[in-house]
C-alpha cells in the first residue's frame, strides 16, 4: 500500500485555508465512506510533523516510521485503501484541519479526553498515552505537587497543555502559582528542559520514554501527571454510524488486528512490551 508524504506545510497558511467551507464531501453530519476515499485513490490526511517517538516519527532520510504507521498501512491492507497522502502541520492545526474537512481522519496516537469526547470520535485505543512528567533531578520534582513555583514546558493543544492549565488552577485556589510556557512543537520544549531554560515538560508517555532512552542518565519520568490516557485514532463524529462509515470500517479492521495479534506484534516491535486496551465490545467511538 502507497504512502505520500506531502511537503510540511506553513501553519500560518494551512489555518486560513481551513477556515474556507469544508469540501461537500464532508458537509455537516454526512459520513465520509470507504468507497469514496478508494474513488479519489487513498486517504487525505494532516497530521503532526513527524516527532512522537515511537507512535509517529521519521527517520535521518525523512521516512516516516513508527507504531501508528505501521498500523495504518494494516488497515488499507484489510479496507482495500490504495495509498495515503500526508501534510505535516504543527500539532495546533492538526484538529483544526480534521475539523474543516481537510483531513479524512488522524491516523496517530491522540490522547482520549473527556474534553475532546465532546467534540470528535475515537476508534479503538492501540495504546498507552498518559501524560506524565519529565523533569532533570536538580529541579526536585517527584510529582504533580512539586511543579508548583516551577516553569512547565507543554506544546499547544495537546493533552500535557490540558493537564498543565488543570494543575495550574488547583494551584491558583490555593494562592500558588505554575508558570506554563507553550511550544509549538515538542522538539522545543525538550530542547529548552536540557538547557535548563524550564523545570519540567508535561508529554505523553512514549516519547518521553523514547527521549530518555536517547539521552541516558540526563532526565527523570517523575510519574504520571494525571489520570492514565489511552492513544487512539481520531474522526468526526459524523463519520460513525452509516453504511461504509469510514470510522466503523476503521473499527472493523482494528478488531481484525487485534483478534489476529498484530497489534500485540506492532505494541512489542516499538514498545518492548504489550500495553493493555479496553474491551473494544464495550468500548463508546462517539459519545
Not at 506554563?180 to 538547557?195: F, I, M, R, S
Amino acid at each position: 500500500m502507497g504512502i505520500v508524504i506531502g511537503k510540511t506545510a506553513r501553519l500560518g497558511g494551512l489555518l486560513a485555508a481551513f477556515a474556507l467551507a469544508a469540501p461537500a464531501a464532508f458537509a455537516a453530519g454526512q459520513c465520509n465512506t470507504v468507497e469514496k476515499v478508494r474513488a479519489k485513490g487513498g486517504w487525505e490526511i494532516v497530521t503532526q510533523v513527524p516527532q512522537f517517538e515511537p507512535y509517529w516519527f521519521a527517520d535521518e532520510k525523512g521516512n516516516l516510521q513508527g507504531m501508528d504507521y505501521d498500523m495504518l498501512v494494516e488497515v488499507n491492507k484489510i479496507l482495500n485503501i490504495p495509498k495515503t497522502n500526508y501534510t505535516t502541520v504543527a500539532w495546533a492545526g492538526v484538529l483544526p484541519a480534521l475539523q474543516a474537512g481537510k483531513s479524512d481522519f488522524v491516523p496517530e496516537a491522540i490522547a482520549v479526553t473527556e474534553a475532546r469526547k465532546k467534540t470528535f470520535g475515537f476508534v479503538y485505543p492501540e495504546g498507552d498515552n498518559s501524560i506524565v512528567i519529565l523533569t532533570r533531578a536538580d529541579t526536585g520534582v517527584k510529582g504533580p505537587a512539586d511543579l508548583v513555583g516551577k516553569t512547565v514546558g507543554v506544546e499547544i493543544g495537546s493533552a500535557g497543555e490540558a493537564t498543565a492549565l488543570k494543575l495550574k488552577d488547583k494551584a491558583k485556589a490555593s494562592g500558588k502559582d505554575i508558570d506554563v510556557k507553550a511550544y509549538q512543537h515538542n522538539v522545543d520544549e525538550l530542547l529548552d528542559l536540557g538547557n535548563r531554560r524550564i523545570d519540567a515538560v508535561l508529554l505523553n508517555v512514549a516519547p518521553v520514554v523514547a527521549y530518555m532512552k536517547k539521552h541516558p542518565g540526563k532526565f527523570v519520568n517523575a510519574g504520571l501527571a494525571d489520570t492514565p490516557l489511552y492513544a487512539a485514532w481520531v474522526f468526526r463524529k459524523e463519520d460513525f454510524g452509516g453504511p461504509g462509515c469510514i470510522g466503523d470500517e476503521v473499527n472493523r479492521a482494528l478488531k481484525i488486528l487485534r483478534e489476529k495479534g498484530t497489534t500485540k506484534a506492532l505494541q512489542i516491535k516499538w514498545f518492548d512490551h504489550e500495553m493493555p486496551l479496553p474491551d473494544y465490545a464495550t468500548w463508546k467511538s462517539v459519545e
